[in-house]
């Protein structure tokens, strides 16, 4: 068996969006910021939470409560959370406006015809499902991707919260058994 290795193929590989790399940058220049603030720009002193979801995803609307309770949990100590769906802006406002109180975090939409965010975020990451979430820490470094439902998400945002998430860490450790 002979390998072959190819210097172009590495260095594509290396500008991939996955753990342990910042995000593609431009991320608000694609987006309709429906409610909450603008994120311009992935602040040093915050952790943000970017979930992909859709009005018609049923494990997405399940989500949303408990989205909503992380940020009113977690936001006085850095944590910022983005839903972002490709749907049209009158749609996802109106889901908004229904849900109120229930989905209390920034939401955003992708911007018609762009596909600025769908291919450098989900594709780029080999991501096929929604929700998914991606949580990038105080580095500025995409840290976990994932299922918001998932049991241990909560846990990957503490620790994230906290500075002692290290992904490249945990996935050097063997589970006992």
């Known amino acids: 068996l002979a390998l072959s290795f190819s210097p172009a193929a590495h260095a594509q590989d290396e500008k991939k969006f996955k753990v342990g ?25 915050k952790v943000y939470v970017v979930e992909f979801w859709a ?18 949990d977690y936001g006085s100590r850095g944590l910022q959370i983005i839903g972002v769906s490709d749907e049209p802006v009158d749609l996802v406002k109106k889901f908004v406006k229904e849900k109120g109180s ?17 291919e450098k975020w989900m594709q ?22 994932g299922n918001p439902l998932d049991p241990n998400f909560d846990n990957v945002i503490k620790m994230t919260l906290a500075n002692r998430y290290d992904p490249e860490l945990l996935s050097r450790v063997e589970p006992s058994i």
């Open 21 to 45: 790399v910042e995000p593609p940058a431009g991320f608000a220049d694609h987006l309709e910021f429906i409610q909450g603030d603008k994120v311009e720009t992935f602040s040093k002193d």
């Open 55 to 72: 009005t018609w995803c049923p494990p997405c609307k399940r989500s949303i409560p408990h989205l909503t309770e992380l940020q009113k």
């Open 102 to 118: 229930a989905m209390d975090y920034t939401v955003a939409t992708q911007k018609k015809d762009d596909t600025f965010i769908a």
């Open 124 to 145: 780029a990451t080999g991501q096929k499902g929604i929700p998914c979430a991606f949580v990038i820490a105080r580095t500025g470094k995409l840290v976990h991707i």
